[in-house]
C-alpha cells in the first residue's frame, strides 16, 4: 500500500519562497505520476502542478513561473517549489501520485501566508 507523507509547509511571509516535500513509501514511485493540489478553506480543492513518471511538468496558466516540481524517483520524493508567495496560496497542499486509475493521496500539510 502507497502512503505519502507530506512536509514543509507552515507560515511565510508574501514575497517568499517555500518547498513542500512528498515522501512516498510502499510502492514504486518512479512509475507514478505526481501531482500536486491545495484546498483554501471554504474552496474546492484545485490542481497545482503535475511531474509525470517521464518528467514532463505541467501546471496551470495562473500559477505557472512560481510553482515548479521536481522529483527524485531514487529516494521516493517529490518537491514542489512555491516562489513570490502571496496571500492566495494559503491553503493545504496535497501530494497525489496517479497510475492510470490507481490513485494515492497524502494527507497535506497547510501553507499559511501572511505578514
Known amino acids: 500500500q502507497v502512503q505519502l507523507v507530506e512536509s514543509g509547509g507552515g507560515l511565510v511571509q508574501p514575497g517568499g519562497s517555500l518547498r513542500l516535500s512528498c515522501s512516498a513509501s510502499?510502492?514504486?514511485?518512479?512509475?507514478?505520476?505526481m501531482n500536486w493540489y491545495r484546498q483554501a478553506p471554504g474552496k474546492e480543492r484545485e490542481w497545482v502542478a503535475t511531474h509525470t513518471s517521464g518528467d514532463f511538468t505541467t501546471g496551470p496558466d495562473s500559477l505557472k513561473g512560481r510553482f515548479t516540481t521536481s522529483r527524485d524517483d531514487a529516494n521516493n520524493m517529490g518537491y514542489l517549489q512555491i516562489s513570490n508567495i502571496r496571500m492566495e496560496d494559503t491553503a493545504v497542499y496535497f501530494c497525489?501520485?496517479?497510475?492510470?486509475?490507481?490513485?494515492?493521496w497524502g494527507r497535506g500539510t497547510q501553507v499559511t501566508v501572511s505578514s
Open positions: 510502499g510502492g514504486y514511485f518512479s512509475e507514478y505520476a
Open positions: 497525489q501520485l496517479r497510475r492510470g486509475e490507481i490513485i494515492h
